[in-house]
């Protein structure tokens, strides 16, 4: 079985070893990238973004006393310098020009107005969808079942991604000087703090 606890540890060891880059979940993509999350999972499954998954699962006793496994919808967290090429590589088809004063959430919106999302069809929708939340392992098994409610740890492993969206409400209401440096912080990204066990944003150099 694996829980919250695993999880967390599963968390800390990937932001060790990828020093920050990888912790963003799906949900967070949005702040580099104008896309829906099923257009994430699409670029999941094709290979084009890295991606992390993880299970919380458990042992239920059906009737009878016959034993399956219970799993619930995966956490799954992504590359942010993946996210930032993607963003890159949206701009250069579309000629779009980058304003360094301007917020992540500003970006991302002039960038969908630009017409740059890559979004899915329905059917490739509900294949990335599919891709995304079950194990392509236990296709057939009659013995795994997935739990429809949401997963018990999604709001328990955001560290990073609300980094991002303090960082930008401290931008918002900081002097154009402070806010500008903030920003530039905020462009290089975050990396694991060890000691302290959480995300911080990388120093200036």
Same mark, same amino acid.
């Given at each position: 079985m694996?829980?919250t606890?695993?999880? +967390?540890? /599963? =968390?800390? &060891?990937l +932001? ?6 990888? +912790?963003?979940?799906?949900?967070? #993509?949005?702040?580099? #990238?104008?896309?829906?999350? @099923?257009?994430?999972?699409? %670029?999941?499954?094709?290979? $084009? ?6 299970? #919380? ?20 967290v ?7 090429a993607?963003? !890159? !590589? ?8 980058? *304003? ?5 959430? &500003?970006?991302? !919106? ?5 017409? +740059? ?7 490739? @929708?509900? !294949? @990335?969808?599919e891709?995304?939340?079950?194990d392509?392992?236990?296709?057939g $098994?009659?013995? #795994?079942?997935?739990? $429809?409610? %949401? ?14 969206? =303090?960082t ?8 154009p000087? &402070? ?8 462009? $290089?990204?975050?990396?694991? *703090?060890?000691?302290?066990?959480? /995300? ?6």
């Open positions: 694996t829980g606890k695993e999880c +967390g540890e /599963w =968390l800390e &060891k +932001g060790e070893y990828y020093k920050g880059d990888v +912790g963003l979940s799906t949900s967070s #993509v949005v702040l580099f #990238v104008p896309v829906s999350r @099923a257009s994430v999972y699409k %670029r999941i499954k094709e290979g $084009k973004l890295t991606a992390f998954f993880f299970y #919380v699962t458990h042992e239920e006793t059906r009737l009878f006393g016959a034993k399956r496994r219970a799993k619930e919808r995966p956490f799954i992504v590359s942010v310098s993946e996210c930032k993607w963003a !890159e !590589e949206i701009k250069r088809r579309v000629g779009f020009v980058d *304003d360094p004063d301007e917020s992540l959430f &500003k970006e991302s !919106e002039r960038l969908l107005q630009a017409g +740059g999302g890559d979004e899915p069809t329905e059917r490739e @929708a509900r !294949e @990335a969808l891709f995304a939340e079950r392509p392992k236990d296709k $098994k009659r013995k #795994v079942k997935y739990q $429809k409610e %949401r997963s018990t740890i999604y709001e328990d492993y955001k560290q990073q991604d609300m980094l991002y969206l =303090l930008e409400l401290k931008a918002a209401m900081a002097s000087e &402070k806010a500008a440096a903030l920003r530039r912080r905020l462009r $290089k990204g975050v990396e694991w *703090d060890k000691e302290n066990k959480t /995300w911080k944003l990388k120093e200036e150099k």
